[in-house]
């Protein structure tokens, strides 16, 4: 029975990696890599970077994955960069625990849990190619547990349906 459990996990997770966006982790980090991340504008899925962002459409960044420890609070960052500029993309969201949609926080050491954040790009940015890194800091420590990057078009075009 424990093999079968074994089993069923794995299948589940392949499962779920099939229909994830492509992303890399960070080259820096040293902490984990999420077990899932989709990155979609509306109904439109990204299947591997570059994705595409639509200025003045919603976006959303769901992300799975298993805590690495128990932590208490969780600061969620993204970092923009293009062109050799490069700067912290204000997520109006200082603790990652609001954007936890299984789970409540503190999260403990193996726990599976799932981040959803939405977010709209103004349409006064520019049509650009930008790197964006995103990770998730322990409060405590100051430090990133979980690490990711990817590129994305920003686009001037009609939200897809």
Known sequence: MKNFGVFFYAIVAIMANASATKMNSCSDST??????VNYSINSYRCESSPCTCVLGCESLISINFQAPRYI?????KIHASCMGVELDYPLGQ???C??????QCPIVA???VNYQY???IP???PEVTVTLRFSFEDTATNKEFMCLVWDVEVKK???PA
Request: proline letters at 6%; charged letters at 30%; one cysteine or more.
């Open 31 to 36: 902490g984990t890599y999420p077990i899932n």
């Open 118 to 120: 939405k977010l709209t």
């Open 110 to 112: 193996n726990e599976n």
């Open 157 to 159: 075009s009609d939200c």
């Open 72 to 76: 208490e609070h969780v600061k969620p």
């Open 94 to 96: 200082d603790d990652a």
């Open 98 to 103: 609001e954007g936890f949609t299984d789970t």
């Open 123 to 125: 349409n006064i940015f």
